[in-house]
Structures are given as C-alpha cells and as structure tokens.
C-alpha cells in the first residue's frame, strides 16, 4: 500500500468499499495533504461517521497513536471487518466501533474536551448530521466532509452557509486518476491499471475542509487571554474592566460570546490560515 496509510495492515474481503483503490493506496488521493495536516494537529478524538471498512479509522488511528477513535457505520457487516483490521494493526484497544449515527448519537461523543477530528462521509445524510442548531458542539470541530451535491442539490451552499462564520473552509474537488498516479513499483496493464484505480466521482463531489476557529483549546486560550487583559486594564486604571458579561461555561450562543470570541480568534485564524479560506 502506498499513500498516507502506508504500512497499515489492510486486508479486508476484497468486495469492500474501493478495495483495489485503497490497496494501491490510490484512493482519495486528493486528500492526502489534508490527511498529513490532521497528523500533524495530534487530534485526540477522532469520530468518523461513515467508516466502512475502517481505511481511514486505522490508518489515522495508527499515524496518531494519542487518539482515540468513535467509528460509527450503518452497515453492521462491516463491523466485524472493521474490528478485524484494528486487531490485525495492535489498534483495537483505541478504537470503538459504533452503528448507525443519528444527531443526538454525535452530540453525546463530541461532548468531551479536547482536539477533535470528524470525518463525514454519508452520502448526502451530511445535511442532517452538521447541524449546528442540533449539536452546537460542531462549532469547535475540525471537520473534513465529502460533500454529495449530485445526491441533494444546494448541499454544498448549505453547508458554507452555517459553517462559513466558525470556520474556515477550504474545498477539496476530486480529480480523475492517470497513470502518473501510479504507486512506483507496480506494473498493470494500462486499462487495469486505469480501472484499479478509477473512483467514478466525476464534477460533483468534492470535499470540504473546514477547520473551526474556536477550538476547544484556543476557547480556553482565548478565555485566559481575555482574562489576562482585563486585570491588567484593571490594575492600570485602578477600576474593575467593563466587559461583557462572561457566558455560562457551556453556553457558546449567550450573548456577546460571539463577537468576543471572534475578536480574540480572528488573529489566530487569520495567521494561521487565512491563505487558505475560499469563500464560494
Ligand atoms: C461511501 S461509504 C464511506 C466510505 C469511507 N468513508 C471510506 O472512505 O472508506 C458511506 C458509508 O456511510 C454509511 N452511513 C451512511 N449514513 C450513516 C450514518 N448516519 N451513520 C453511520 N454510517 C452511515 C453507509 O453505510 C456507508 O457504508
């Protein structure tokens, strides 16, 4: 296998999901600066809905050994792979397979602190599972989406829609595979070739990388910072800051929350990726 996953132990009934892309280690290519970025962000919770076979469950569980990872797949027949290939690569203890994921589902694990990564691959059902107003949670969420246009027309819009004030976005499209795209050392005829590694997604998928500008941890740097401006305003003048009200520690949608915390992330965000945020 080549790839980002290189060295992962896959092998999966070869009927699995894109199983000649993944063992080229060709699949979702696309992806695979994003995929070195999130290893390189050292999430600790990684929850992906949508996890087939566990491509991604085992081989992000296996780039970042200080993550745990919340697996959720509808299709019961590929938990027993899933669980499988976690044994196969020492990763069982780090990996929780789950069924189906409904809103409440993913509100209930994105309620911890920490770092946290989701990956969303549900053909279509995206537009009900990020929801902000559901799970309110997701505004402090890195989260990589493949977005299904061609299932459910405006999903893309939608999406940029609610997630365009918390995070920035980058969007990924899909690009056909040539030979060039071969992994060196492998020799198939050039219509196998080709074949082993089509992913038939033509123009309408693509994917989004949205990276909040809230995280937890920077939430707290940022509360910290403010706190530590005011004393000293405090300590200068003599007088107790005028500021606004601090929301209650789990109310991220109280009143003035917002815009504080725009303020003292927005040069955060803008230093660390304002390169990269495309608006549509
Ligand atoms: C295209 S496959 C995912 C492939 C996988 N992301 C990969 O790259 O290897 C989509 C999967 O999402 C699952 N799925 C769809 N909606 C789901 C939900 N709400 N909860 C869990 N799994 C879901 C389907 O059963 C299907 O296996």
């Not at 070195?36 to 076979?53: F, W």
């Not at 209930?108 to 990020?130: F, H, P, R």
């Amino acid at each position: 296998m080549s790839g980002p996953f290189s060295g992962l132990h896959y092998a999966p009934p070869s009927g699995s999901h894109a199983f000649p892309q993944k063992l080229l280690g060709t699949y979702e290519k696309e992806l695979w600066p994003i995929v070195e970025e999130i290893v390189s962000r050292g999430y600790r919770l990684i929850v992906d809905i949508g996890a087939a076979e566990g491509y991604y469950v085992c081989g992000l569980a296996r780039r970042l050994p200080e993550a745990v990872v919340a697996a959720f797949e509808g299709q019961t027949d590929y938990h027993r792979v899933l669980s499988q290939m976690a044994k196969q690569n020492g990763l069982q203890e780090r990996i929780s397979v789950r069924g189906y994921c409904q809103a409440e589902d993913l509100a209930a694990v994105l309620a911890q602190d920490g770092s946290v990564l989701l990956i969303c691959d549900v053909e279509g059902a995206e537009l009900e599972l990020l929801d902000v107003d559901r799970t309110p949670q997701l505004r402090h969420v890195d989260i990589l989406v493949e977005v299904h246009e061609h299932l459910r027309r405006g999903i893309r819009q939608q999406l940029f829609d609610r997630f365009r004030s918390t995070h920035a976005i980058q969007p990924v499209p899909s690009v056909a595979r040539t030979l060039a795209d071969l992994p060196p050392g492998v020799t198939l005829e050039t219509a196998l070739a080709l074949a082993a590694m089509e992913e038939s997604r033509g123009d309408a998928i693509e994917w989004l990388w949205m990276t909040s500008q809230f995280p937890r941890s920077q939430d707290h740097h940022d509360e910290a910072v403010h706190q530590r401006t005011a004393r000293s305003v405090s300590e200068k003048s003599g007088h107790a800051p005028s500021r606004p009200a601090a929301p209650a520690k789990n109310d991220r949608n109280a009143q003035g929350y917002p815009a504080r915390s725009a303020l003292l992330g927005a040069g955060h965000a803008l230093r660390r990726r304002a390169p990269r945020v495309i608006q549509p």
